[in-house]
Nanobody
Framework: QVQLVESGGGSVQAGESLRLSCSVSSFTDDLYYMAWFRQAPGKEREGVAVRDKIGRTTYALSVKGRFTISLDNAKTTLSLQMYRLKVDDTAMYYC?????????????????????WGQGTQVTVSS
């Protein structure tokens, strides 16, 4: 069983930065995808950023160039560095992980197919 625990959320002003962290209980080399998702009130959960075990990253168009996903050298903490935050970035942010390679047609930014989820950390951006 993999446990994911997010931290680092908070309330900031538009234009500011925030760094989210996800502590992973399992050996991350066994996890093929590690990702950040978010869900705003009344909206569906959406993928924000994904890192695969080779280190390749994928970002949602809405955050590309502003957010960076990374895994620390110890491979125990997945981070999401968020710059130039916008009011539209306000959401509950979740860390997720999937064991297996999904294939060439797998949409790694879609919530379906992920095996483990954290409880979430709230990010609120005000104007």
């Amino acid at each position: 069983q993999v446990q994911l625990v997010e931290s680092g959320g908070g309330s900031v002003q538009a234009g500011e930065s925030l760094r989210l962290s996800c502590s992973v209980s399992s050996f991350t080399d066994d996890l093929y995808y590690m990702a950040w998702f978010r869900q705003a009130p009344g909206k569906e959960r959406e993928g924000v950023a994904v890192r695969d075990k080779i280190g390749r990253t994928t970002y949602a168009l809405s955050v590309k160039g502003r957010f960076t996903i990374s895994l620390d050298n110890a491979k125990t903490t997945l981070s999401l560095q968020m710059y130039r935050l916008k009011v539209d970035d306000t959401a509950m942010y979740y860390c997720a992980a999937r064991w297996a390679y999904g294939g060439s047609t797998f949409d790694s930014l879609a919530p379906i197919g992920y095996d483990y989820w954290g409880q979430g950390t709230q990010v609120t951006v005000s104007s």
